[in-house]
């Protein structure tokens, strides 16, 4: 009988290996990977030594380390399919033609999310939203969720007058989606054990949660419900930070017996977006000759941040796009000699990108986002001087790259995030900045925990976080590595996935 999920592996029997940094003997060969106590006991070809205990039978496939997202905003994640999806929207008319038709949920709202509006013929305006979607208030949350488009009753909802244009940008944004995630416990923790499930059917076993919450309590209480699906490290934000200090915690701490649900960095956002023209750039953004982006947070009260954590024990994770935030963000870290990753890093200097490296900053990057964002970066950042998207530039400088979706941004699908970093396209278009591309091997590095610099998982004595899928990803093309299928998954060789 075949293993099911929750059933620990002793042997992954018949199964190859790949990845970056291999020094085993195997090249192509079957081997049996035996399992103990969480770990890699042994690598033997296949059938050499005895297969005891419970043997999943990998029948020719081929075995990676298992994947992790190192970005994701957990609970509104889960919460995207219960809203109406508006990346298809073609104009703001067309948009809130969409959210009349949408379903009105058991609170009295209407809710969209995906929508992409900087290079849309018309501008969003509370008069064309109310003409569509009348009294019912109505939420839309932009794909990089810096931006809510209101109707006049939601804004009254939410105590904001009903003027202007009804969209609100950077903090104001944040604070209705952080509204809008309130949703009970027993609601948000089932649609988080959901989308956890479709995460380990990817092969992912691990996610850096940037909830914008006190994430300590919400991973805290799901292990004590019996959550065990996915591996979680989790951001603590400004607001936050004392209270996370006078609890004792430091990055790494564990906040359940099993050691699955552990503090992450300080979350500091001090930059806007692209799509949402806030990002802090160097040249102004075409047809508005004074504006530059936005630092959301100034230097000094970042650099005040960062003493604060690194003294308290936390690392570092600080949100920069713009190639202005992403030099003030490492300037803080050679100044507070902080550890940690800056988020995103979309437009970099050429000058800064070998200082992520001297500082070993990791670049916590998307790399879906460049092929969400190639029309929007070619023509709203066509006069800025920095790299977009510089992923080869890192992986030559040396920088360690940490790959994620900062879902629900973009989907949670690793295979995705290596597809569009190794082929710079989908769907057939012509490759976007194809000197950007890195190699498969790096990529598969970067969608593992210690990411492109950590070194290969796949030995003996490494944590069998392990996941087995059809093809050898070193050698896929695009298509068959966006459609990656996963046999089975496993956290410290326990089922967490099986096909079938």
Same mark, same amino acid.
């Given at each position: 009988?075949?293993?099911?999920?929750?059933?620990?592996?002793?042997?992954?029997?018949?199964?190859?290996?790949?990845?970056?940094?291999?020094?085993?003997?195997?090249?192509?060969?079957?081997?049996?990977?035996?399992?103990?106590?969480?770990?890699?006991?042994?690598?033997?070809?296949?059938?050499?030594?005895?297969?005891?205990?419970?043997?999943?039978?990998?029948?020719?496939?081929?075995?990676?380390?298992?994947?992790?997202?190192?970005?994701?905003?957990? *609970?509104?994640?889960?919460?995207?399919?219960?809203?109406?999806?508006?990346?298809?929207?073609?104009?703001?008319?067309?948009?809130?033609?969409?959210?009349?038709?949408?379903?009105?949920?058991?609170?009295?709202?209407?809710?969209?999310?995906?929508?992409?509006?900087?290079?849309?013929?018309?501008?969003?305006?509370?008069?064309?939203?109310?003409?569509?979607?009348?009294?019912?208030?109505?939420?839309?949350?932009?794909?990089?969720?810096?931006?809510?488009?209101?109707?006049?009753?939601?804004?009254?909802?939410?105590?904001?007058?009903?003027?202007?244009?009804?969209?609100?940008?950077?903090?104001?944004?944040?604070? @209705?989606?952080?509204?809008?995630?309130?949703?009970?416990?027993?609601?948000?923790?089932?649609?988080?054990?959901?989308? #956890?499930?479709?995460?380990?059917?990817?092969?992912?076993?691990?996610?850096?949660?940037?909830?914008?919450?006190?994430?300590?309590?919400?991973?805290?209480?799901?292990?004590?419900?019996?959550?065990? @699906?996915?591996?979680?490290?989790?951001?603590?934000?400004?607001?936050?930070?004392?209270?996370?200090?006078?609890?004792?915690?430091?990055?790494?701490?564990?906040?359940?017996?099993?050691?699955?649900?552990?503090?992450?960095?300080?979350?500091?956002?001090?930059?806007?977006?692209?799509?949402?023209?806030?990002?802090?750039?160097?040249?102004?953004?075409?047809?508005?000759?004074? &504006?530059?982006?936005?630092?959301?947070?100034?230097?000094?009260?970042?650099? #005040?941040?960062?003493?604060?954590?690194?003294?308290?024990?936390?690392?570092?994770? @600080?949100?920069? @796009?713009?190639?202005?935030? &992403?030099?003030?963000?490492?300037?803080?870290?050679?100044?507070?000699?902080?550890?940690?990753?800056?988020?995103?890093?979309?437009?970099?200097?050429?000058?800064?990108?070998?200082?992520?490296?001297?500082?070993?900053?990791?670049?916590?990057?998307?790399?879906?986002?460049?092929?969400?964002?190639?029309?929007?970066?070619?023509?709203?950042?066509?006069?800025?001087?920095?790299?977009?998207?510089?992923?080869?530039?890192?992986?030559?400088?040396? *920088?360690?790259?940490?790959?994620?979706?900062?879902?629900? *941004?973009?989907?949670?699908?690793?295979?995705?995030?290596?597809?569009?970093?190794?082929?710079?396209?989908?769907?057939?278009?012509?490759?976007?900045?194809?000197?950007?591309?890195?190699?498969?091997?790096?990529?598969?590095?970067?969608?593992?925990? &210690?990411?492109?610099?950590?070194?290969?998982?796949?030995?003996?004595?490494?944590?069998?976080?392990?996941?087995?899928?059809?093809?050898?990803?070193?050698?896929?093309?695009?298509?068959?590595?966006?459609?990656?299928?996963?046999?089975?998954?496993?956290?410290?060789?326990?089922?967490?996935?099986?096909?079938?």
């Amino acid at each position: 009988m075949s293993p099911t999920v929750g059933d620990g592996v002793d042997v992954v029997a018949n199964v190859r290996l790949t990845g970056a940094d291999r020094t085993d003997p195997f090249g192509g060969d079957a081997v049996d990977v035996h399992l103990s106590a969480g770990v890699i006991a042994d690598i033997a070809p296949a059938k050499a030594l005895p297969r005891r205990g419970v043997v999943l039978d990998a029948d020719g496939g081929w075995l990676v380390p298992g994947l992790w997202d190192h970005h994701v905003h957990t *609970v509104q994640w889960a919460l995207v399919a219960q809203r109406e999806s508006l990346g298809h929207a073609t104009s703001a008319a067309h948009a809130a033609r969409i959210m009349a038709d949408a379903p009105v949920q058991g609170d009295g709202r209407r809710v969209g999310t995906g929508f992409r509006h900087a290079l849309w013929p018309d501008e969003p305006t509370l008069a064309v939203l109310d003409a569509a979607t009348g009294d019912v208030p109505t939420y839309l949350i932009n794909a990089d969720v810096h931006s809510v488009w209101l109707n006049s009753a939601a804004l009254r909802r939410e105590g904001h007058p009903a003027s202007g244009s009804g969209l609100l940008r950077e903090q104001p944004a944040f604070e @209705i989606s952080r509204r809008l995630n309130l949703v009970p416990t027993d609601v948000s923790d089932a649609a988080v054990a959901r989308m #956890a499930r479709a995460a380990a059917a990817r092969g992912v076993v691990g996610i850096v949660d940037f909830d914008m919450a006190f994430n300590a309590d919400a991973w805290a209480r799901r292990a004590a419900q019996g959550f065990d @699906i996915v591996r979680a490290r989790f951001g603590i934000y400004p607001a936050d930070l004392e209270r996370a200090i006078g609890l004792g915690l430091e990055t790494d701490d564990a906040v359940d017996p099993a050691g699955l649900f552990r503090v992450g960095s300080l979350k500091v956002i001090t930059d806007g977006s692209l799509g949402t023209h806030t990002a802090a750039c160097s040249h102004a953004y075409p047809g508005d000759p004074f &504006n530059h982006g936005m630092l959301t947070v100034p230097p000094d009260e970042l650099l #005040a941040l960062m003493t604060r954590a690194t003294g308290a024990g936390l690392s570092s994770a @600080i949100h920069a @796009i713009g190639d202005v935030a &992403n030099a003030h963000a490492l300037d803080a870290f050679a100044l507070t000699g902080a550890s940690g990753t800056i988020e995103h890093a979309q437009l970099v200097a050429h000058s800064d990108v070998r200082r992520f490296a001297a500082l070993e900053v990791g670049a916590s990057v998307q790399p879906e986002h460049a092929l969400d964002d190639r029309d929007i970066t070619d023509t709203v950042w066509a006069t800025q001087t920095a790299q977009p998207y510089p992923l080869r530039a890192f992986a030559d400088a040396g *920088v360690n790259l940490l790959f994620g979706s900062d879902a629900p *941004v973009s989907a949670l699908d690793p295979w995705a995030g290596m597809a569009a970093a190794v082929y710079r396209t989908r769907d057939g278009r012509e490759p976007w900045q194809p000197a950007q591309a890195v190699d498969a091997a790096t990529a598969l590095a970067a969608s593992t925990e &210690n990411g492109s610099a950590g070194g290969s998982a796949l030995r003996i004595g490494g944590v069998a976080d392990l996941a087995v899928v059809s093809h050898d990803p070193l050698v896929c093309d695009e298509r068959t590595l966006r459609g990656m299928a996963v046999a089975a998954t496993m956290i410290a060789g326990r089922l967490t996935h099986a096909d079938g």
